[in-house]
């Protein structure tokens, strides 16, 4: 398996506190994603990293902000939570190069309450 | 990147060959198939690729038409556990931005 990490997994928090979520990985690769995973919907991406320091938005980023200040790590923050952020967040990580495939964590479960 | 359009559910018995569709008929030339699973709660699984030619692995086959328009992900001996969604995306090698996945196809394979 692929050395990618979430942290936490499971995270219950109140209603307009920060939390952030950690992805950590270990393979060295050039591109990694945060996505969301609601009920009834597939995977939406909400940001992504192409380098150190270049992040970009996906089709749900309000409400997110992300930092990549190393290789290895990508955090996601939601500066003050909502209910409607409750779901299941993944990350993945991809090396970008020809024929290449993307890997993804175990997911992080979000409650906001 | 082009677009892909896979049936929303399909059922399969156990034991048997699952053939699940994936159209993709604005694909280009540099453009590869590629094909995931989401099992239930998990995160998504990476199955096999292919750009031209057949591919096989152990877990799957994948077949693209000779004008790329389609292909078909096959699963040889469906097992209970092989129960999942199932992503088809279409990707250029320099294009590893905005990997954004579809609906999929939900997958339920039956005794």
């Known amino acids: 398996d692929a050395g990618i990490t979430q942290s936490p997994r499971h995270k219950v928090t109140e209603t307009g506190t920060p939390v952030t979520l950690r992805c950590h990985q270990t393979?060295?690769?050039?591109?990694m994603y945060w996505y969301r995973q609601d009920p009834g919907h597939g995977l939406r991406l909400i940001h992504y990293?192409?380098?150190?320091?270049?992040?970009d938005k996906g089709e749900v980023s309000d409400g997110y902000s992300v930092s990549r200040s190393k290789t290895e790590d990508f955090l996601l923050t939601l500066e003050s939570a909502t209910s409607s952020q409750t779901s299941v967040y993944f990350c993945?990580?991809?090396?970008?190069?020809?024929?290449?495939?993307?890997?993804f964590g175990q997911g992080t479960r979000l409650t906001v309450v | 990147d082009a677009k892909t359009t896979q049936p929303p559910s399909m059922d399969c018995a156990e034991g048997r060959a699952a053939n699940l569709p994936c159209n993709h008929s604005t694909i280009s030339g540099n453009e590869y198939v590629y094909w995931y699973r989401q099992i239930h709660s998990q995160g998504p699984q990476y199955i096999i690729h292919g750009l031209k030619n057949n591919e096989t692995n152990e877990m799957a086959s994948l077949i693209i038409t000779e004008d790329r328009k389609s292909s078909t992900l096959i699963l040889p001996h469906a097992t209970l556990r092989d129960t999942a969604v199932y992503y088809c995306i279409v990707r250029a090698h320099d294009s590893w931005g905005k990997l954004q996945f579809g609906a999929g196809t939900q997958v339920v394979v039956t005794p």
């Open positions: 993945a990580i991809s090396d970008g190069g020809g024929g290449t495939e993307a890997f």
């Open positions: 990293s192409y380098g150190v320091k270049d992040t």
């Open positions: 393979e060295n690769h050039r591109y």
